[in-house]
């Protein structure tokens, strides 16, 4: 068994912290460590890693959050398909407050649209078969983590003859941004903290491009104060060294070829896509489209009218998701836009950095000053 406490231990932070402070001395410059995945972005802020960080490392947060890297039109279409009378919308929470370019679900829901909060694509399912005579579309957003159990539930339709259960397809893929990001002179990234959630599925091989072909240091890590820490360690290590490697950190959870039955499941249903991100615009083979076989399950194909997209006004929502500002330096971030009243879709999501930054980093910033 897995003595879980030593993650959180005080004395082992203090440790990490000594450890990553004499062997970043050496550097002689200011390196940027990006973390791609929201989970680890509110750990980092909940712990107050980034203070314990000398001078000369910096920890910025990627596009690792899949509701806020979920572009304005995919909303607008979700919101149009709401629109149809015949059709119920069922989604997880988060995406109920995003902004789209003119309501949220949430505000429609309160309308009277026939828009529901699941917590799994099989409870979309389980409404689908209850009510025959509506179109049940789960807005299937989400990376490699949650897009087995999209294809799973698409399964159990197939398999139970559920003909009303529709996937509208908002899947993102790790890999292809991950290059975008090292391929952007506007972002400066001298390693990866690994997300942890994908890699269970992926793999811990799967990253090897990283290091063959941008030798760019990266490591897989666990979500307590410790994994995150011994990440950090180890890209400093690697980079006053001279030396790039994809290190499994996380081991006690991911294996090095991942979990090959979720991604033939994921294969079985959908193809690579082109497809949008906010922030990073269009990358191709990006994201998931049905398979032609099952386009009867697939509500992209549904014929509705969808306006041209409109981000907030102000909202750089996008930068953030780069690392190439942080929050603070938003105009919106803590007056127009907070928690209560979001205006990008980095300060809804659980996972978002703007929210955990103004939960976190600025109760903290200020107690400090």
Not at 77 to 104: E, H, N, Q
Not at 344 to 352: D, L
Request: aromatic share 6%; hydrophobic share 45%; with cysteine.
């Amino acid at each position: 068994m897995i003595d879980a406490t030593r993650f959180f231990d005080s004395r082992a932070v203090d440790a990490w912290t000594a450890v990553i402070r004499r062997i970043a001395e050496p550097l002689g410059r200011r390196v940027t460590i990006m973390e791609v995945c929201g989970t680890h972005t509110h750990a980092i802020a909940a712990a107050g890693l980034r203070h314990l960080m000398p001078e000369c490392i910096r920890l910025v947060a990627g596009p690792g959050c899949p509701v806020c890297v979920t572009p304005v039109d995919y909303l607008d279409r979700a919101i149009a398909l709401s629109a149809l009378p015949d059709v119920t919308l069922c989604t997880f929470g988060d995406l109920m407050r995003v902004p789209s370019s003119t309501d949220t679900l949430e505000q429609l829901s309160a309308r009277g649209r026939d828009i529901r909060v699941v917590y799994a694509p099989r409870d979309a399912v389980a409404v689908a078969r209850a009510e025959p005579g509506r179109r049940v579309v789960f807005l299937g957003v989400g990376f490699e983590t949650t897009l087995p159990t999209v294809a799973a539930a698409i399964e159990d339709a197939e398999r139970e003859d559920v003909p009303n259960f529709l996937v509208l397809p908002g899947a993102k893929l790790i890999e292809p941004p991950l290059r975008a990001l090292v391929a952007d002179d506007e972002v400066d990234v001298d390693g990866f903290l690994l997300p942890g959630h994908v890699s269970v599925i992926v793999g811990a091989d799967f990253y090897r491009f990283l290091v063959e072909e941008f030798a760019v240091p990266s490591a897989i890590v666990g979500f307590t104060p410790v994994d995150i820490l011994s990440g950090v360690a180890e890209i400093v290590r690697q980079l006053a060294a001279g030396s790039h490697d994809v290190v499994n950190l996380y081991g006690r959870v991911v294996r090095r070829g991942g979990n090959p039955a979720a991604l033939q499941l994921m294969r079985r249903f959908f193809v690579p896509c082109d497809t949008r991100w906010r922030g990073l615009g269009a990358i191709p083979g990006s994201g998931l489209a049905m398979r032609d076989e099952f386009a009867h399950r697939d509500a992209a194909r549904i014929d509705v009218e969808v306006p041209a997209p409109r981000e907030p006004k102000g909202c750089r929502c996008g930068d953030v998701l780069k690392g190439v500002i942080e929050p603070p330096e938003c105009p919106l971030y803590g007056r127009a836009c907070n928690p209560d009243r979001p205006m990008g879709a980095c300060m809804v999501s659980s996972e978002g950095t703007c929210a955990a930054w103004f939960r976190h980093e600025r109760p903290l910033e200020e107690a400090l000053a």
